[in-house]
């Protein structure tokens, strides 16, 4: 795997990176924003065991008419309020790692979100960057009120 393999975000969110990380690792927050607006993640499909080595699970269901997405995984390090590393995937095998680091700056806190791990292609890259963006709008609207 090379540097410029995954897509890295950067965002800055006009809240406290408590909450901000928060809103990663609590299952009710998680639900409201994971998937964005238009996606249904039902709270009785989260259950987070946020701890290095703990697992992590939510379906998302899609506005097409129920298709869903078992997304799992494992937490990595947990250091709050600043850095969350976990692993991703929709399926056993090719999990996918997400690093978000969390850093408090004036009017409230940067978030760096970057993914990798080399199993998506470059244009599944740049597909996965266009949903994290309305992710994280969801996830502005969530932290912001």
């Not at 393999?5 to 809240?15: M, S």
């Not at 008419?65 to 976990?86: A, K, M, N, S, T």
């Amino acid at each position: 795997m090379t540097e410029t393999e995954g897509l890295t975000i950067t965002r800055v969110f006009k809240a406290p990176r408590e909450l901000v990380f928060d809103a990663w690792t609590n299952p009710q927050h998680f639900a409201r924003w994971f998937g964005g607006k238009d996606v249904d993640i039902p709270i009785d499909t989260v259950s987070m065991d946020v701890r290095p080595g703990g697992s992590w699970k939510a379906t998302m269901v899609l506005p097409d008419g129920g298709h869903q997405i078992h997304w799992l995984g494992e937490y990595v390090e947990v250091d709050p309020p600043e850095r969350l590393v976990l692993t991703l995937s929709d399926g056993p095998e090719d999990r996918e790692v997400v690093t978000v680091v969390l850093a408090e700056v004036e009017g409230g806190t940067q978030m760096v979100c970057h993914q990798g791990g080399g199993h998506l292609t470059a244009e599944q890259y740049e597909q996965a960057k266009a949903g994290y963006q309305t992710f994280f709008d969801a996830l502005a609207e969530l932290v912001e009120a």
